[in-house]
Nanobody, 121 residues
Framework: QVALVESGGGLVQAGDSLTLTCACS????????MAWFRQAQGKEREFVAG???????LYGNSVRGRFRISRIGANNTIFLQMNKLKPEDSAVYYC???????????????WGQGTQVSVSS
């Protein structure tokens, strides 16, 4: 009944910036934690950033200092501002939600369809 829809991906050069958006539709979520994950071809899904209802933020080590997560309201829309992009950031980026801040993708059951980010050197 609820849905998460990612947008904003594209093909960019190394050093460029992109902002991803995850929009929620349907019934509001009961959970207060939302997060971004990414999955490169042939690799496991990786934690990128998360944000709590209190707007506390968490970042994966590979993106800390370059990416910023933010939200509007509790569970309506979240953003991922990506700066100084690197080729190794290339992946499909997914948003999700859950009852607790987990860095494991197996802790989540609802995902968006993903948006592709491709960074050339």
């Amino acid at each position: 009944q609820v849905a998460l829809v990612e947008s904003g991906g594209g093909l960019v050069q190394a050093g460029d910036s992109l902002t991803l958006t995850c929009a929620c539709s349907g019934r509001p979520f009961n959970n207060d934690y939302m997060a971004w994950f990414r999955q490169a071809q042939g690799k496991e899904r990786e934690f990128v950033a998360g944000i709590t209802h209190q707007n506390l933020v968490l970042y994966g080590n590979s993106v800390r200092g370059r990416f910023r997560i933010s939200r509007i309201g509790a569970n309506n829309t979240i953003f991922l501002q990506m700066n100084k992009l690197k080729p190794e950031d290339s992946a499909v980026y997914y948003c999700t939600r859950g009852p607790q801040d987990s860095r494991s993708p197996r802790a989540y059951s609802i995902w968006g369809q993903g948006t592709q980010v491709s960074v050339s050197s």
